[in-house]
């Protein structure tokens, strides 16, 4: 009996270009931010009041964007690779 790792084409993605590349930084930082803001919220609210909070919503709405245009491009890519000898392709 083969292994699982025979039924799937490798390698299981698609190389990364600088622009993903790019689009990872940018949510692993924008996450890295946003858990830093809200483990020092007491702090950060001393240091500029009340526009503390709406900084952790924009910070928070940004991740959640990024993070969503990430992974939509990186699936497209991912898809892409895979299927690139295949007349399957979506």
Do not use: H
């Not at 083969?2 to 924008?30: K, N």
């Amino acid at each position: 009996m083969s292994g699982w790792r025979d039924l799937i084409p490798a390698p299981l993605a698609a190389p990364e270009t600088r622009e993903r590349r790019a689009a990872r930084f940018r949510v692993i930082a924008g996450c890295a931010i946003l858990a830093m803001m809200i483990l020092f919220f007491g702090p950060l609210r001393a240091l500029v009041g009340s526009l503390a909070l709406a900084l952790v919503v924009a910070v928070g709405t940004y991740v959640g964007i990024q993070g969503w245009l990430w992974v939509q491009e990186k699936n497209a890519a991912d898809d892409a690779w895979l299927f690139r000898d295949s007349d399957d392709a979506a």
